[in-house]
């Protein structure tokens, strides 16, 4: 009986296909591992994983979907977008969100829906809260990865939150007198990051916004504990910091990751070129091969949101539920505005976005061409929303990330490969994302233009494959 039943599947390799398999017929693969795209191929889909890629004629399958004049790449990994925040409200527990239920609900059960309209199939969170259930329990959401947060409470963000329900957020509070193994020590804390399944951990190296510094940051000792510790359990860490000390800080501190681009260059602000700290730092960054995320759409959404019709873009009609896109035309919904003019004592709102828009962004753009020159691999990472501005749309944001990575000199290769094989290297899970290969998880995006010819094309998407599951891309905007 066994015999019988090894031959049949030898002469028939496919027959035992699962109903609902998928041939993507004479399409053109785009993917980072191939010199030139790849004409008139078949991609068979089984079970969630690519099984075969062929020339040849495939004539056993579930589905069959007609991929004549289309591109297929892999799906897009953001490495850096928070699930449980709500552009315009802030984490989900913050009072402007408890105020307001029924838009907290609408906009979460929209949420992994619009990444996968803008063709993001593996979200990284590195800072996911308490409000993360709901994305991984939507019916469609991107695969999901999560950093924790080691924080204390006279450090940043924890320092920040000024509520109870804000500070409930933060599950892994180190005490750094706390002994050897102790409880609540660095040990303690990163082996119960280890066993709640997270992949990653992540450190706020953050003394104060812009030129500031009120905070203080972990002591050198705590950092090469959690170092030590983590590099037992296999945890990389990423470290948020943006400006220049605090990115020398984190260096010192062996990070594996910087989460942010440098667009505060401290004393040098008024540099037109990148001066020589900055260039050491990014040649330690080179060096000792630390991933980089540029994070443009930061700085992007905190100028945008200073634009007066940023709330009527017609991209957001596709993503956002239409109560929140009427909130945000409330006055209620200007709060963070006002918090920006305050902090600009009174400046003009155009005058505020020119500073985000031109400035700073201008600094992050050369960071990134200074690495990217160097063959240094950019990592697709938006932060998305990156503040409380509603000008950051989730996916969408992605998208715009995309666009920026164009601004700053990277062409559409290096593009295509930080949106996807760099980031499933940098988070070593590139046995199954990042390239279109036989064995990879089958998170798949196919595009009716051609995305090596203009960025735009990563916004003609017709169909995402998502775990094998083919979804048409209308079906996921918010006027289904
Ligand atoms: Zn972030």
Not at 170 to 179: G, N, Q, S, W
Not at 392 to 412: C, F, H, I, R, S
Request: glycine content about 6%; proline content about 6%; charged content about 20%.
């Amino acid at each position: 009986m066994f015999k019988v039943l090894l031959f049949s599947v030898l002469l028939f390799p496919f027959a035992l296909l699962a109903k609902d398999s998928v041939l993507i017929e004479d399409v053109t693969i785009i993917s980072s591992h191939h010199h030139e795209p790849q004409q008139h191929m078949n991609v068979l889909i089984d079970n969630g994983r690519i099984v075969n890629i062929t020339r040849n004629k495939v004539t056993s399958y579930g589905l069959k979907i007609n991929g004549s004049g289309k591109f297929l790449t892999p799906g897009i990994m953001d490495s850096h977008a928070h699930v449980s925040s709500i552009p315009g409200m802030g984490f989900g527990v913050d009072p402007m969100s408890v105020k307001h239920p029924k838009l907290t609900k609408s906009y979460f059960k929209q949420q992994p829906r619009s990444f996968l309209y803008y063709g993001v199939t593996q979200v990284l969170d590195p800072n996911p809260g308490l409000n993360w259930h709901h994305f991984t329990s939507a019916e469609n959401h991107p695969d999901y990865f999560r950093c924790e947060v080691i924080t204390s409470t006279h450090t940043f963000p924890y320092v920040e939150k000024q509520d109870d329900k804000s500070r409930s957020m933060f599950t892994y509070l180190i005490d750094e007198k706390a002994p050897r193994n102790g409880a609540n020590s660095a040990e303690d804390i990163v082996q119960k990051i280890a066993n709640s399944g997270a992949s990653c951990i992540k450190i706020y190296f953050e003394d104060g916004y812009g030129n500031a510094s009120q905070w203080p940051t972990f002591s050198p000792k705590t950092l090469d504990r959690i170092k030590v510790s983590a590099k037992k359990v296999k945890l990389p860490i990423l470290a948020h910091a943006n400006a220049l000390d605090m990115q020398q800080l984190a260096l010192s501190a062996r990070v594996d990751v910087i989460v942010h681009g440098m667009w505060n260059w401290g004393e040098h602000s008024h540099a037109k070129d990148i001066p020589a700290q900055i260039s050491n730092v990014l040649e330690n960054i080179i060096v000792n091969k630390i991933g980089y995320m540029p994070t443009q759409r930061v700085i992007a959404g905190l100028g945008e949101v200073m634009l007066p019709n940023i709330g009527d873009s017609p991209e957001f009609s596709l993503i956002t539920p239409k109560p929140l896109l009427n909130w945000y035309k409330t006055p209620e919904a200007q709060w963070f505005k006002e918090e920006l003019r305050i902090g600009f004592d009174g400046m003009p709102d155009k005058s505020i976005a020119g500073v985000f828009l031109y400035g700073r962004i201008g600094k992050g753009n050369k960071v990134i061409n200074y690495l990217n020159k160097s063959k240094h691999p950019i990592l697709l990472a938006s932060d998305f929303p990156g503040s409380p501005s509603f000008a950051n749309q989730p996916g969408l944001t992605t998208y715009q990330e995309m666009k920026a990575m164009v601004d700053a000199g990277l062409t559409l290769n290096e593009v295509l490969a930080a949106a996807t094989i760099n980031n499933a290297k940098q988070f070593k899970i590139q046995d199954d994302y990042g390239t279109v290969e036989v064995g990879k998880i089958a998170n798949l995006l196919l595009l009716k233009k051609n995305p090596l010819s203009s960025i735009e094309a990563w916004d003609s998407i017709d169909t995402i494959i998502l775990n094998g599951q083919p979804i048409a891309r209308h079906t996921l905007s918010v006027k289904q």
